[in-house]
C-alpha cells in the first residue's frame, strides 16, 4: 500500500516552439496533499492536463493509480477526480443533474448515485441549491459543485487546479477546509495547483517551486523557508548604531547582520523571542530603538529566491523589501503584501 | 466499446438543452418558416420549370425548406463542440471513462433527435400552408431521408469544430460552407436551371441528394430515382461520421 499515487519522469510538454513543461520529474506517494507552486503561465495546468489523459505529453512518461498516462488512459480516467482552473459545468443543467450526468459516464448505478449525490452534496452544502440551474449559481457556488462532482466516484487522486481562484476570502477559507478534511479523513491523494502562496503553505505537504516549465524546489513549506536562513529582525536606531553592529557580529544566534540607511537588518531563528535581548543590548549601549519589524520568510520569500530574477536583482529579497517597508512606515510585513 | 449509458446520458443532456432553451428553438424554426411562408406565397402562382408541368411551387419547396433547416440544425449540432470547448464542459466529457466512440455516437443521438423534432414541426406548419404528402409509406422513407441529411451534416460539423481552434471560424463556416451548400443543393430551385459548372458543383453536393429524396418521397416529384438518393445518402451518412469520429478524436479537448 506504500504504492506511489503518481511517478512522472521526464515528463516533458511542447506546444509549436514554446516548451511548457520541461523534463518534470517527481513522485507523488498515496495520501499526500502535493502542490505545484508557480506563477501563471509556468507549465502547472499543462502538467494536470497531461496527468489526466486530457493532453498527450511530448515525451516522459508518468503513471497515475498505478497506470500509464499514455497505455492505459481509460484506467487513469477512472482513478482520478479533477477540479478544472475554469468551471466545467453544463449550465443548462441543474447542480444535481451536473452530478448525475457526472455518475452516469463513471457508470455508476442508480442507487448508489442517489446515495453519493446526496452526500456529497451535503458536504459542499449545497443541498438546498440542488435543484437550481447551474446558470444561476455564484462563483463560489460553482467551484463547490465542482469539487462535489470531482468526488462522486472515489477517486484515488483528485487534481484541483487553483480551486480557489477568484474567490473572496471566506470561501476561499470554506474551500481549504474541506479540501484539508477530504485529504485527512478521506485518505485522498491530493494534486493541487496554485499561484497563492499562503494556499501552498496552509495546505500542502510537499510543494514544488515550478517556473518556466520546470521544478526549481521541491520540499515542505516549512524547510522551504529554512532555506531562506530564518526570521528577518529589522531594527531602525537613534543614533549611530555601529557599536550595535559590532557587538551583534559577535552574537552567536545572529546568523548575518546588515547596516543600510541607519536601518540593522538580522537573520535569525525564533525573531520574535530575540527582540527584548536585542533592546537591551541596544540600551546598554546607550542607544534607543525607534522601530522594530520581524518578518517570518514565507513562501513568497522562497519564490522570489528561487525564481524571482527581477526583484533578486536587488540584494537579498527579504531585508531589501523589509526596509522598504519600514522606510515606507507602512503595515507590518505580514499586511504589507502586496 | 460503446456504453449505453454514456450515449444516454449525452443525449439526454441534448434534450434538456433544447427544451430549456426555447428562445433557440423559435429561432431556429424562424428562418425556415419565414421562407416557407414568402417565397411559398410569392412564387405560389409559378410553374416550376424543369420539373414538368402542374407541380406547384409549394409541393416543390417545401421538402427544400426542411433540407435547409436539418442542414443548418445538424452543422450547428456539430459545431457545438466548440461551445462546449469554450465553456470547459468538453473537458468534462473528455475526462470520464468512455470510449470516444460513446460520446461522438451521444453528439450525434442527440443532434439528430433535435434536427428532427424541428423538421416534423416545419412540415406540421407547411400542411397549413397547402402542402400535402403523397403517400404514408414513402413518409416513413422521407423520415429515413431526414435522418441521414442530420448524421451527414453532424458529422460535417464535427469535423470543422475539430480544425477550429476559435468561434469567429464559425462565421466563416455559416457563410462560406453552409450557404453555398444551400443554394447549391436545388432546396429552391431545379438544379438543372443552374449553368453547366454551378450544376456540376450541386451535384456535389449531399444535400442535393437528401432533399431530391426527401421531395421524391414526400412531394412525389424527383430529379433522380429514388434508389440513387437513398443509396448516396447512405454512403453520405457513413462517410462522414466516420471521418467526423476521426477527427474528433483527434482533436485535443483543451
Known amino acids: ?338 | 466499446m460503446i456504453s449505453g449509458t454514456a450515449v444516454y446520458v449525452l443525449w439526454l443532456r441534448e434534450m434538456k438543452r433544447f427544451l430549456r432553451a426555447k428562445s433557440r428553438v423559435v429561432g431556429a424554426l424562424a428562418m425556415p418558416l419565414f421562407f416557407l411562408a414568402f417565397l411559398g406565397m410569392g412564387f405560389n402562382r409559378m410553374a416550376v420549370p424543369g420539373m414538368g408541368g402542374g407541380v406547384r411551387y409549394i409541393q416543390f419547396l417545401v421538402p427544400g425548406i426542411l433540407g435547409m433547416s436539418l442542414l443548418f440544425s445538424s452543422t450547428m449540432a456539430g459545431l457545438s463542440v466548440l461551445w462546449d470547448r469554450e465553456f470547459g464542459f468538453l473537458k468534462e466529457i473528455m475526462v470520464a471513462p468512455v470510449s470516444r466512440v460513446s460520446i461522438v455516437v451521444g453528439r450525434i443521438a442527440g443532434g439528430t433527435t433535435t434536427a428532427l423534432i424541428q423538421s416534423v414541426l416545419i412540415l406540421g406548419i407547411s400542411f397549413g400552408l397547402g402542402f400535402k404528402i403523397i403517400n404514408p409509406i414513402k413518409f416513413l422513407l422521407g423520415l429515413l431521408f431526414m435522418f441521414m441529411i442530420a448524421v451527414t451534416f453532424i458529422g460535417f460539423g464535427l469535423i470543422f469544430a475539430s480544425k477550429m481552434r476559435v468561434m469567429q471560424g464559425f462565421a466563416i463556416v455559416m457563410n462560406f460552407v453552409i450557404f453555398p451548400l444551400f443554394f447549391l443543393s436545388g432546396a429552391l430551385y431545379p438544379l438543372e436551371n443552374l449553368p453547366r459548372a454551378v450544376r456540376i458543383l450541386g451535384y456535389a453536393d449531399p444535400l442535393t441528394y437528401g432533399i431530391d429524396g426527401l421531395r421524391g418521397t414526400l412531394a412525389g416529384v424527383s430529379s433522380f430515382p429514388i434508389a440513387l438518393d437513398l443509396g448516396l445518402m447512405a454512403g453520405f451518412s457513413i462517410v462522414m461520421i466516420v471521418l467526423g469520429a476521426y477527427f474528433f478524436e483527434k482533436s485535443e479537448s483543451v
Open chain 1, 1 to 338: 500500500m506504500t504504492q506511489d499515487a503518481i511517478r512522472v519522469e521526464n515528463l516533458t510538454k511542447k506546444f509549436e516552439d514554446v516548451t511548457a513543461v520541461d523534463g518534470v520529474s517527481f513522485g507523488v506517494p498515496s495520501g499526500e496533499l502535493f502542490g505545484l507552486l508557480g506563477p501563471n503561465g509556468a507549465g502547472k495546468t499543462t502538467i494536470i492536463n497531461m496527468l489526466s489523459t486530457l493532453l498527450a505529453p511530448t515525451s516522459g512518461r508518468a503513471e497515475v493509480a498505478g497506470f500509464d498516462i499514455a497505455a492505459s488512459k481509460d484506467d487513469v480516467r477512472r482513478s482520478i477526480g479533477i477540479v478544472f482552473q475554469e468551471p466545467a459545468l453544463e449550465s443548462k443543467l441543474t447542480g444535481r443533474e451536473n452530478l448525475e450526468f457526472h455518475a452516469m459516464m463513471y457508470g455508476i448505478g442508480k442507487a448508489e448515485r442517489r446515495a453519493r449525490m446526496a452526500e456529497v452534496l451535503d458536504l459542499v452544502e449545497l443541498s438546498d441549491k440542488a435543484g437550481t440551474l447551474v446558470e444561476k449559481y455564484s462563483g463560489g457556488m460553482k467551484r463547490r459543485l465542482e469539487i462535489a462532482r470531482g468526488l462522486m466516484h472515489r477517486p484515488q487522486v483528485l487534481f484541483l487546479d487553483e480551486p480557489t481562484l477568484g474567490l473572496d476570502a471566506q470561501t476561499r477559507r470554506h474551500i481549504w477546509d474541506y479540501i484539508r478534511k477530504l485529504n485527512k479523513e478521506g485518505g485522498v491523494t491530493i494534486i493541487l495547483t496554485t499561484h497563492y502562496m499562503e494556499e501552498a503553505d496552509y495546505l500542502c505537504g510537499r510543494t514544488a517551486i515550478i517556473d518556466h516549465g520546470k521544478f526549481v524546489a521541491l520540499d515542505t513549506p516549512d524547510k522551504l523557508k529554512d532555506i531562506l536562513g530564518g526570521d528577518v529582525v529589522s531594527l531602525e536606531i537613534e543614533g549611530d548604531p555601529s557599536r550595535l553592529l559590532e557587538a551583534l557580529e559577535r552574537t552567536a544566534w545572529v546568523k548575518t547582520s546588515k547596516l543600510h540607511d541607519g536601518v540593522l537588518s538580522l537573520t535569525m531563528e525564533k525573531g520574535e523571542r530575540r527582540i527584548p535581548e536585542l533592546i537591551n543590548k541596544a540600551q546598554a549601549l546607550g542607544l534607543t530603538v525607534a522601530c522594530v519589524n520581524l518578518h517570518k520568510p514565507s513562501l513568497e520569500d522562497v519564490f522570489i529566491h528561487f525564481t524571482g530574477r527581477t526583484i533578486r536583482d536587488k540584494e537579498g529579497g527579504v531585508e531589501e523589501r523589509n526596509r522598504m517597508i519600514m522606510r515606507s512606515h507602512g503595515r507590518g510585513p505580514r499586511g504589507g503584501r502586496s
